[in-house]
């Protein structure tokens, strides 16, 4: 027994080895290439539109898509007035959290951090009183993190009432919702480096995803790839049938109906009549309708809305 026993514990202190080195190999030491990638404009856009965290936090706890930023496109200078070139904006009101890259500008990259800092003023940036950031670049096309509240005075208050709000985007609150309604179960974020370049567009880059919090890569691929899916389809009234009901727009489909996320009133605040509506629909399917019944127009401040401008944020 005693020979058994002593097998049996250098048996388990090499299993131990065994584990802790796969684990070292696969987690840990990629984790320093990971630090040491510069941050794209591609996640400096991605993190300053999504905010802190588009998963469970204890700032939303029940994934309702509290407290994220809003991407506006201004054509005025919010503190002037002045017509000004076309501009992408992201807008933390008071009290939103600020993404990795504010709090933390060494995920940024030596030179993003450099001019994030010293020429974009992000630490000045006060989570207490909201702020505006604008991904900006220099001569040499690097790019960086610009507090415009610091370096503009522009506020969120005037940049959002210049922007309007058909010129605003939630996508953040968005992301929310595409996790909470787990459409990373069966959609990846992740073209992969094969044929898929044909069809869902090229991979991202490693430094693409600095900042980012979740990835929502997705581990299993029911339906299509969505990283670029913006730019294949950006039409917002598809959008709106194929989450209402997606049979509208594909027979075949194996996605589930959305509709709840409209909400209990439509744009124009009347009640939507769910049970009259699939009632049509499956009059439509039946042959007893020759068009099927009309999707409602969704409220400005409903679920959906900020998912589809998730789904079209994507390109």
């Known amino acids: ?76 200078d919010p503190k002037t007035g002045q017509a000004m070139e076309p501009t992408s904006v992201y807008v933390y009101e008071k009290g939103a959290p600020f993404p990795g890259g504010i709090l933390h500008p060494d995920n940024l990259g030596v030179v993003s951090k450099k001019l994030s800092l010293e020429v974009g003023r992000i630490a ?15 001569d040499q096309k690097q790019y960086f993190i610009e507090n415009a509240t610091a370096t ?15 010129n605003v985007s939630h996508a953040g609150a968005g992301k929310t919702y595409f996790v909470r309604e787990g459409c990373w179960w069966c959609h990846t974020l992740l073209p992969e480096q094969t044929q898929d370049w044909q069809v869902f567009g090229a991979p991202p880059m490693l430094g693409d995803f600095n900042g980012e919090s979740p990835t929502a890569f997705g581990s299993d691929r029911k339906a299509p790839d969505l990283l670029h899916v913006g730019s294949r389809n950006a039409s917002r009234e598809w959008m709106m049938l194929h989450f209402f009901n997606p049979r509208l727009v594909q027979p ?33 399917t039946e042959g007893k309708r020759v068009t099927p019944p009309e999707v409602p127009m969704y409220a400005s401040n409903s679920e959906i809305r900020s998912l589809i401008d998730f789904v079209l944020t994507m390109k």
């Open 1 to 76: 027994m005693n020979v058994n026993f002593r097998e049996y514990k250098m048996g388990s202190r090499f299993f131990a080895l065994a584990l802790g080195g796969s684990m070292t190999i696969t987690l840990l030491l990629p984790s320093f290439d990971i630090a040491s990638v510069s941050a794209t404009d591609i996640a400096m856009d991605k993190q300053l539109w999504a905010g802190h965290e588009t998963g469970f936090s204890l700032d939303d706890p029940l994934l309702l898509g509290w407290h994220k930023p809003v991407k506006a496109l201004i054509k005025t």
């Open 124 to 138: 000045e940036a006060s989570n207490k009183d909201g702020a505006v950031f604008l991904v900006s670049s220099n």
């Open 152 to 166: 503009r005075g522009w506020t969120p208050e005037d940049t959002l009432k210049a922007a309007g709000d058909e």
């Open 252 to 284: 075949h489909s194996i996605m589930p109906r959305f509709d709840y996320m409209w909400g209990p009133v439509d744009a124009k605040g009347v009640k939507i009549d769910y049970a009259k509506w699939r009632a049509e629909y499956n009059e439509y």
